[in-house]
């Protein structure tokens, strides 16, 4: 049999479509870091939310979120109460006894968000995806939204550029995978349009705030201790990514060699041997029958596919049959 040349699209199918699935499912340091990271935030927040609740009915009692609910029900120019998740707490920091430093007391005050994009900075303004595209990884990966694959580490891949320390640039393509993302996750197009990753983590993180539309109208008092609490959760976030960030990056750092000794390969074999000593059991039947999408792609799904490009007419009866199957599928 003769031997098969290799050429760039073979290359990047066993790069992309084999290598680095494996090394993304071998056990390592970080990757292990990042399990753990993401197992402990979910139980932390639910934690760090009920001491939220805590402060925000000492500020805002339960008799006078009733009592303004009255109120807006009975007058019609009343707008007053609404459910938020997000809030700005703060406490006074007292100055040490230093006679330089007499003028020391300071409000010290964060934003936090509990909402799936929340930021993780304390800054209002500063809404990101990166928590929940580590969060949910699992469940981005592979999905396509609108004909466009989904991938989380789309961010990380593309502020890690070739590897030189320099990110690339924006582009068309880093665009419409994040767009992607946020259409699974629900991230986009307001409370209406989200699915129900974001809906159902969003719902479990909502109270009945009394004030204006923004949170920032609604400065929250809270002791030291209770705000340092809440930092150890935002914080926490920001370890998830981190750890997402530092387990990615191997895993580029290791694609980034396998793509330059692939490209050495003259025939598909020997990259084949390669994914062999590393441990991946895949023959040249498994590539050239993928796609570059990693879909396998047999004799009988061509001829299936031609199939439906004749004979298109459909009787009365096939289209109501047709018409109750997609129906049925639907519920």
Known sequence: MARVR?????RNKTLNIFMRPFLEQENTQEREAFLQARETIKPLQDKTWKLAETIVRRHYTDDDVKKAYYLQDKFENVDTIAKDSCFHFGYLAKADDDENDKDADNYITKHFDFRLDGNINGSENSRQNDFAYAYFRDELKGKVSKGEKCNPDINIEQKWGDGSGEANQSNPHWTQVDQANERELGLTGGKENQTSYSREWNNDYELDLIGREYCRDRQIGCDQKEFAILMTWQQAKSKLIMAHT???ETILEQCKVLKAGLRDHTYLEQSIDMARKMGITITETDILATTSKGIVVS??????????LKNKTQTRDQKILARKIYD????
Not at 6 to 10: K, V
Not at 328 to 331: D, L, P, S
């Open 6 to 10: 290799n050429n760039q699209g073979h």
């Open 246 to 248: 530092k387990w990615i």
């Open 299 to 308: 004799n009988q799904d061509i001829l299936n596919h031609l199939t439906t």
């Open 328 to 331: 049925q599928a639907q519920k």
